[in-house]
Nanobody
Framework: VQLQASGGGLVQAGGSLSLSCAAS????????MGWFRQAPGKEREFVAA????????WYADSVKGRFTISRDNAKNTVYLQMNSLLPEDTAVYYC???????????????????WGQGTLVTVSS
């Protein structure tokens, strides 16, 4: 699966941004997909994930109530709507396809996970 993320940029605290991740590949519409982020000097962390049918979603506690993940399988695209952004949301955001660990409540990547190239989100205070 090939993933192309877009939509990052600079926004003031309290503002909103919407990220998109276009997927291509025969099985892309049947894969759970998610967003991760990596802030400067920190490890990559889970942000949100959505099941392949879109019926189930998972969020990191730090973004619950502010971010919304969704997908449009007809367009092979996953979205991340980010509202009430905080300076600590500043990071490079990566989309990912095919995750594991759902039973723990925090999906995580594994050896089969495919990654997009990342898009930078900067939130100014």
């Amino acid at each position: 699966v090939q993933l192309q993320a877009s939509g990052g940029g600079l926004v003031q605290a309290g503002g909103s941004l919407s990220l998109s991740c276009a997927a291509s590949g025969l099985t892309s519409s049947r894969l759970d997909m998610g967003w991760f982020r990596q802030a400067p000097g920190k490890e990559r962390e889970f942000v949100a994930a959505v099941s392949w049918r879109g019926g189930n979603t998972w969020y990191a506690d730090s973004v619950k109530g502010r971010f919304t993940i969704s997908r449009d399988n007809a367009k092979n695209t996953v979205y991340l709507q980010m509202n009430s952004l905080l300076p600590e949301d500043t990071a490079v955001y990566y989309c990912a396809a095919d995750l594991t660990g759902y039973l723990t409540g925090t999906p995580r990547p594994y050896e089969n996970t495919d990654w997009g190239q990342g898009t930078l989100v900067t939130v100014s205070s």
